[in-house]
């Protein structure tokens, strides 16, 4: 069955430490994969796009690393910012087939 | 350029009427996905459209359905609406130009639809 798991579901940090967020999956065949962030009453915002040849991308303060071997990846989050507090969402896109989404990490950073 | 717009922005029903939401891509951009989101299940596809012909559909009821205009701007269709429909609908729109697989989806705010 393609799934794509995320952990924790939610998470709290304070403000200037750093945190990872995980995803597995068990989508195949794999062409993608994506990292969103949604902030409350708002549209997801796209992070980063990882291909399979690609183990690391970063944007910002942003890092996504990608191991197709296990099927695993993390988003690596340095020095929080109180507006990091979102909802992370991790996507994986299957062929030419739809997007399969995680149901994320709720992220609240604490000042 | 201006973003993903969508509208209404909330809504609310009750059940078995039916709703209309409608969603403007980004200028340019021929492809218009759906997707619903809710808190036990996470964001699910609907539909996506590109150039008015439906390219892929997810698993729901016939209940939901679609359409894309000759503008790429988009609508979908909920009938016979049930409690379970509660939900943030949220459109996307994508340009692929840069191929299919690595297309960036920009998502629209969402409009919020509450059955009672």
């Known amino acids: 069955k393609n799934q794509v798991e995320q952990s924790p579901q939610s998470l709290i940090i304070l403000e200037g430490k750093n945190c990872t967020l995980q995803c597995n999956y068990t989508v195949s065949p794999f062409s993608n994969l994506r990292w969103y962030k949604q902030d409350t009453g708002r549209g997801p915002v796209s992070l980063t796009i990882?291909?399979?040849?690609?183990n690391t991308k970063s944007n910002g303060r942003y890092t996504a690393t990608l191991d197709a071997d296990t099927k695993q990846s993390s988003l690596h989050i340095t020095a929080s910012q109180l507006s990091d507090s979102a909802s992370y969402i991790c996507v994986v896109k299957r062929g030419n087939t739809p997007l399969v989404f995680g149901k994320g990490t709720r992220l609240s950073v604490i000042a | 350029k201006a973003g993903v717009t969508q509208t209404p922005r909330y809504l609310i029903k009750t059940r078995g009427q039916q709703v209309t939401l409608s969603c403007s891509p980004i200028?340019?951009?021929?492809?218009v996905s759906w997707y619903q989101q809710t808190p036990g299940q996470g964001l699910q596809f609907l539909f996506e459209?590109?150039?008015?012909?439906?390219?892929n559909k997810g698993n729901f009821p016939g209940r939901f359905s679609g359409r894309q205009f000759s503008n790429s701007r988009s609508e979908m269709n909920v009938s016979t609406l049930e409690l379970g429909d509660s939900a943030l609908y949220l459109c996307a729109s994508s340009s692929l130009t840069g191929g299919y697989d690595q297309e960036t989806q920009y998502f629209g705010p969402g409009t919020r639809l509450l059955v009672l």
């Open positions: 200028s340019g951009h021929r492809s």
């Open positions: 459209y590109f150039s008015e012909t439906q390219r």
């Open positions: 990882m291909t399979f040849s690609e």
